[in-house]
């Protein structure tokens, strides 16, 4: 999706910013490519690309329901300092895929 929006940018403004929407799935993305458009003043290509953003986040909701939000927003902080600080479920996933991998043998 990414090599989209690079092949389709110079051609289609609204194309490129509906692709980096999609992307929001992603939140390194979310926080990254706004600074860029913003910074090459990509003005077409970040309104499309906000539009879209919104609108898989509405559709989200409206499928799966306000609470999925909630918990989300609720677990995030918890999930990320076990696995970034903490190690988590991460810190044994080599020692897992090598016990894996052994045992397929």
């Not at 953003?53 to 927003?73: D, H, K, N, P, R």
């Not at 918890?78 to 044994?92: C, F, N, Q, R």
Request: glycine residues 8%.
């Amino acid at each position: 999706m990414l090599f989209n929006v690079c092949l389709v940018l110079p051609r289609t403004e609204v194309l490129a910013g509906i692709c980096l929407g999609l992307l929001t799935y992603k939140p390194q993305y979310g926080l990254l490519f706004p600074l860029v458009l913003v910074a090459r003043g990509e003005w077409k290509v970040f309104v499309a690309a906000a539009i879209t953003a919104i609108s898989v986040a509405l559709a989200s909701m409206l499928v799966f329901g306000a609470e999925s939000w909630a918990a989300f927003f609720h677990w995030m902080p918890m999930i990320s300092k076990a696995v970034l600080s903490e190690g988590g479920i991460l810190a044994e996933a080599p020692e897992r895929v090598r016990d894996g991998a052994l045992s397929w043998r």
